[in-house]
T-cell receptor, first 114, second 108 residues
Framework: DTGVSQDPRHKITKRGQNVTFRCDPISEHNRLYWYRQTLGQGPEFLTYFQNEAQLEKSRLLSDRFSAERPKGSFSTLEIQRTEQGDSAMYLC????????????FGQGTRLTVV | RKEVEQDPGPFNVPEGATVAFNCTYSNSASQSFFWYRQDCRKEPKLLMSVYSSGNEDGRFTAQLNRASQYISLLIRDSKLSDSATYLCAVRWDDKIIFGKGTRLHILP
């Protein structure tokens, strides 16, 4: 499967714990996005990487959230001291640019904070 | 004004009918435009990009009006399998911003 891969697919954690999600983009895609989606809403933009550089970060991304893409390939999203309001689907998308500007999504990681 | 706004749904439409989705965006510097389809509890999948001259892919037609900052999607001869949520997306700078989506139910 050469699509965007996310791990884990599901995560249940207790409030206050830290969680980390991984995204493997489509090979050679230089653009990588993280989104959060809750029921009945569209994906909300969190952050964007061009290769290893984090170029854009939403105000939604509080200081409890951090994302990295150390070698310009896979990316991780960490949430520290999780809160119940963090429960959502976390989606990763990748794209190659600049002329092919579409982004392709992984299947997401569903986080439940109890 | 929200960055990307779509028609509130849901749309309940009989099979075979034509359905139109509308979307407006706030940033006049937007560079690229897309329609995605999302099935229940699945990830969004790219349906089509939207080009300035408008474009068609089978039963699907997308239009862009830059002056009005408006995008549309038309589905002709709708099928039961078209039931899904349709998301409008707009790219500016380094972000792709999505609308809330419009849910479509095709009725047999």
């Amino acid at each position: 499967d050469t699509g965007v891969s996310q791990d884990p697919r599901h995560k249940i954690t207790k409030r206050g714990q830290n969680v980390t999600f991984r995204c493997d983009p489509i090979s050679e895609h230089n653009r990588l996005y993280w989104y959060r989606q809750t029921l009945g809403q569209g994906p909300e933009f969190l952050t964007y990487f061009q290769n290893e550089a984090q170029l854009e970060k939403s105000r939604l991304l509080s200081d409890r959230f951090s994302a990295e893409r150390p070698k310009g390939s896979f990316s991780t999203l960490e949430i520290q001291r999780t809160e119940q309001g963090d429960s959502a689907m976390y989606l990763c998308a990748s794209g190659s640019g600049p002329t092919n500007t579409e982004a392709f999504f992984g299947q997401g990681t569903r986080l439940t904070v109890v | 004004r929200k960055e990307v706004e779509q028609d509130p749904g849901p749309f309940n439409v009989p099979e075979g009918a034509t359905v139109a989705f509308n979307c407006t965006y706030s940033n006049s510097a937007s560079q690229s435009f897309f329609w995605y389809r999302q099935d229940c509890r699945k990830e969004p999948k790219l349906l089509m990009s939207v080009y300035s001259s408008g474009n068609e892919d089978g039963r699907f037609t997308a239009q862009l009006n830059r002056a009005s900052q408006y995008i549309s999607l038309l589905i002709r001869d709708s099928k039961l399998s078209d039931s899904a949520t349709y998301l409008c997306a707009v790219r500016w700078d380094d972000k792709i911003i999505f609308g809330k989506g419009t849910r479509l139910h095709i009725l047999p």
